[in-house]
């Protein structure tokens, strides 16, 4: 059974960064497309961020943009979220997702309904 695990979460203060990790197993990430989702407290989930598999295009919600880069590396076959100049409003629970049923895909989707593998989560917490 394919698993995503996320990984890098943690408590900062506003203006710092975190990265974080999504690892996989029984899949080579490099040929999925690859989102991040995050979900607050009392909110809906949201979009974060997205990676393709060919050629890797990014994309990313206005709240994030300029501030987050999404990569991936196809030596530890992982994706990376690296935030940076973090503030309280990233305060969530991020995570990330694939479709197992659709593979080399040219561009990736913001939709959380296009994907149906889910890691658990890693909470991250900006607050002074």
């Known amino acids: 059974q394919v698993q995503l695990v996320e990984s890098g979460g943690g408590l900062v203060q506003p203006g710092e960064s975190l990265r974080l990790s999504c690892a996989a197993s029984l899949v080579i990430l490099r040929y999925y497309a690859v989102a991040w989702f995050r979900q607050a407290p009392g909110k809906d989930r949201e979009e974060v961020a997205c990676i393709s598999s060919i050629d890797p295009s990014t994309e990313y919600a206005n709240s994030v943009s300029g501030r987050f880069t999404v990569s991936k590396d196809t030596a530890k076959n992982t994706v990376t979220l690296q935030m940076s100049s973090l503030q309280a409003e990233d305060t969530a629970v991020y995570y990330c997702?694939?479709?197992?049923?659709?593979?080399?895909?040219?561009?990736?989707?913001?939709?959380?309904?296009?994907?149906?593998?889910w890691g658990q989560g890693t909470q991250v917490t900006v607050s002074s």
């Open positions: 997702a694939i479709n197992t049923r659709k593979i080399a895909s040219e561009h990736c989707s913001m939709g959380a309904a296009d994907y149906n593998t």
